[in-house]
């Protein structure tokens, strides 16, 4: 994905669904959330599932609840969704083209605010976020200290680092889909959470895009 500078990122987010820009408080000063025993499955429509350990976890009632992202997308904003049917659907806010054919979309209803959509050739490609809710099904978010990151997903993720060498990240790889966790400009942490196809997401980070 061609990443956004985390001050443009929070700026969109707040201007668009008029919601303040939080985050949770690292990991280090809060509990563990409880998905982290257990972690949380996403089903096919979306819902939650039961965990690792088996016990039941609550199914979401609302498509549109914050609380869930996933390699699948968050709630009705579907990893190759299409852009026209969203938003003949009145789920899209606003659009803004980017470079290399790539379309920022801003989002209605109860995701307003919490996520930011990317669009390749009409198609959904990638939702970031920068705020806690919504959490990964692992349990994982922004706000997290990457130590915490490395404990919840233990070697199915690991840090990584542009091909510039200038920056790095936290990334998971689900299939060909990874979930891609950057750092905060000013405080320690998580302060950005992508997910996506991994030639996009990953591809965009080693690649530094920036538009």
């Known amino acids: 994905m061609h990443r956004l500078s985390y001050t443009v990122v929070t700026a969109l987010l707040a201007t668009a669904g008029l919601v303040p820009i939080t985050a949770a408080a690292p990991?280090?000063?809060?509990?563990?959330p409880a998905a982290v025993a257990g972690n949380l499955s996403e089903r096919a429509d979306g819902r939650l599932g039961t965990g690792t350990d088996g016990a039941a976890r609550p199914a979401a009632a609302d498509p549109d609840e914050v609380r869930l992202i996933s390699v699948r997308g968050a709630g009705p904003f579907r990893i190759g969704a299409d852009l026209a049917r969203?938003?003949?659907a009145g789920l899209i806010d606003w659009v803004a083209p980017a470079c290399d054919g790539t379309v920022h979309a801003g989002v209605t209803g109860a995701w307003a605010g919490k996520i930011l959509l990317a669009f390749r050739d009409g198609r959904l490609v990638e939702v970031g976020t920068a705020t806690a809710p919504p959490r990964t099904p692992a349990g994982a978010g922004v706000g997290m200290s990457f130590a915490a990151l490395e404990e919840i997903y233990g070697p199915r993720g690991s840090m990584i680092r542009n091909d510039a060498g200038d920056a790095s990240?936290?990334?998971v790889r689900v299939g060909s889909r990874v979930e891609l966790f950057t750092g905060h400009p000013i405080r320690p942490g998580v302060g950005y959470l992508q997910v996506g196809p991994a030639s996009v997401v990953e591809r965009g980070f080693r690649e530094g895009r920036s538009c």
């Open 27 to 32: 990991a280090a000063a809060a509990p563990r």
């Open 86 to 88: 969203l938003s003949a």
């Open 169 to 171: 990240a936290y990334l």
